[in-house]
């Protein structure tokens, strides 16, 4: 499984962004889509969630800013950044946890990352 991201980049502060990412290659189900973050000095940290059935997760730090979308039939998911901050500055991460066959268990997948920066 291979996932793609795009949209990253240079805004500024109270800006918006939108993060695209999707899954190809064989690909029986996603369970989870999502995002993670890291700043440059600190530990990866989830940022969004949103499982097949469309419930969602959000670290409380964007909650009321992003917002999590995904399209099922493209394997895509979505977050939609609004009211950005220079805390929000850091490399985004794609996520899915995602079965390729029936007798295979979920494995977690990432993508390559996408830089945003947030300037003030």
């Known amino acids: 499984v291979q996932l793609q991201a795009s949209g990253g980049g240079l805004v500024q502060a109270g800006g918006s962004l939108r993060l695209s990412c999707a899954a190809s290659?064989?690909?029986?189900?996603?369970?989870?889509m999502g995002w993670y973050r890291q700043a440059p000095g600190k530990q990866r940290e989830v940022v969004a969630l949103i499982a097949s059935g469309g419930s969602t997760n959000y670290a409380d730090s964007v909650k009321g800013r992003f917002a999590i979308s995904r399209d099922n039939a493209e394997n895509t998911v979505y977050l939609q950044m609004n009211s950005l901050e220079p805390e929000d500055t850091a490399v985004y991460y794609c996520y899915c946890a995602a079965r390729q066959g029936i007798l295979t268990t979920p494995r977690d997948y990432w993508g390559q990352g996408t830089l945003v920066t947030v300037s003030s």
């Open positions: 290659g064989r690909i029986l189900s996603i369970n989870i």
